[in-house]
T-cell receptor, first 112, second 113 residues
Framework: KAGVTQTPRYLIKTRGQQVTLSCSPI?????VSWYQQTPGQGLQFLFE???????NKGNFPGRFSGRQFSNSRSEMNVSTLELGDSALYLC???????????FGSGTRLTVV | TQLLEQSPQFLSIQEGENLTVYCNSS?????LQWYRQEPGEGPVLLVT?????EVKKLKRLTFQFGDARKDSSLHITAAQPGDTGLYLC?????????????FGQGTTLQVKP
């Protein structure tokens, strides 16, 4: 069974630009969550999607958005990038959002 | 704001020693999970505990969920260099099938041969 695939693995963007990150969950998993990991703040919840609907949202500004497609693949978008958005962005999938998640390897975003 | 306080933040021990990592909160969680993360990779789920007072064992690792479902501990017996990594606890807020995972800050464990 293929794991959670995140693309790209590494990304360098300039302040003010926007970025789109992609996540392909494990086949059959309908819940996809996104997390931001930084050395100072640790892992922080961004949002969760289930069957194309946003089911939960963390405390991030509106510049952070996401969506989920009918095949459960998900994307997250960050507009007007700031230096503080530099982080490892992790996607995690689960069958229904209950219990444990399987995480991808993440996308390392660097904003310069 | 729900917080999970994890301690200690750093732990450096010799091979063969025992250790315990604690995860505490003032909030009740519907379940609590423990993950291990290697550098450059995503966290890998070790265990999920759901019932207050529950104890689960995974080889040399013992996980416990507090009776009130507000705290948890991870105990490693006879640590080995292969146990080195970042250990994260994560609580799921009620209701159990939605909600978000609240992560602790993590415990960086180094086991020296």
């Amino acid at each position: 069974k293929a794991g959670v695939t995140q693309t790209p693995r590494y990304l360098i963007k300039t302040r003010g630009q926007q970025v789109t990150l992609s996540c392909s969950p494990i086949s059959g998993h309908r819940s996809v969550s996104w997390y931001q990991q930084t050395p100072g703040q640790g892992l922080q919840f961004l949002f969760e999607y289930f069957s194309e609907t946003q089911r939960n949202k963390g405390n991030f500004p509106g510049r952070f958005s996401g969506r989920q497609f009918s095949n459960s693949r998900s994307e997250m978008n960050v507009s007007t990038l700031e230096l503080g958005d530099s982080a490892l962005y992790l996607c995690a999938s689960s069958e229904n959002g209950e219990y444990g998640y399987t995480f991808g390897s993440g996308t390392r975003l660097t904003v310069v | 704001t729900q917080l999970l306080e994890q301690s200690p933040q750093f732990l450096s021990i010799q091979e063969g020693e025992n250790l315990t990592v604690y995860c505490n909160s003032s909030s009740v969680f519907s379940s609590l999970q423990w993950y291990r993360q290697e550098p450059g990779e995503g966290p890998v789920l070790l265990v999920t505990v759901v019932t207050g007072g529950e104890v689960k064992k995974l080889k040399r690792l013992t996980f416990q969920f507090g009776d009130a479902r507000k705290d948890s501990s991870l105990h490693i017996t006879a640590a080995q260099p292969g146990d080195t990594g970042l250990y994260l606890c994560a609580g799921r807020t009620p209701p159990s099938n939605t909600g978000k995972l609240i992560f602790g800050q993590g415990t960086t464990l180094q086991v020296k041969p």
